[in-house]
């Protein structure tokens, strides 16, 4: 099982630039969850899809903000255009559908929007 | 919100037990306690989760007290490596609601 795969490992973007974080749960996973970590802020929720669906994005902060899960196999989050305090790193995780089954989380994406 | 109150760090020696304590005095009877961590640099990592009886897994044992106010994660002979910062989380057990993290306890291996 490769887990969790995020992509890229590191982004690096002028302010006002579109970008794309990736994400591939592990295979079977019926719920994904898109997470940001900063220093000030620590671990925040932002979306996350059961069954391809999203269920909760209250914690998105804005509208430059989207996600989308096409499949059970591959979900985005875009920011357009992105801004300096989007300079994060971005968590996916995913998780079974046994009620009680643990997250796993991929190693992240770390966004350094200059 | 954050349910869960814990220490913003410990040290422990190489080779001893580190015991990190968590409080939540509101949980409720339906809601778990899960214990994740995470190393530098990446994401965090499920440890062990129970509901009101202990638990031991080959990571960690957890007690949680009889009135299911507080709890302790247990690593019995920590090494160097268990350096991480560690989350303390409570959660309705049911269905499919995303685990809230608070700040957690940044715990540190001395050799």
Redesign the interface.
Known sequence: DAG?IQSPRHEVTEMGQEVTLRCKPISGHN?L?W?RQTMMR??E?LI?F?NNVP??DSGMPEDRFSAKMPNASFSTLKIQPSEPRDSAVY?C?S?GDS??S???????TRLTVT | DAKTTQPPSMDCAEGRAANLPCNHSTISGNE?V?W?RQIH??????II?GLKNNETNEMASLIITEDRKSSTLILPHATLRDTAVY?CIVRV????T??????GTRLSVIA
Do not use: E, W
């Open positions: 969790v719920s969850f997470y620590g671990l929720l996350y059961n269920i909760d968590f995780a998780r009620s009680n643990p997250l796993h989380f991929g190693n992240g | 778990y899960y994740y640099s990446q994401g965090p990592q499920y989760h989350y057990g049911s269905g499919n995303p685990l809230v993290f608070g700040k």
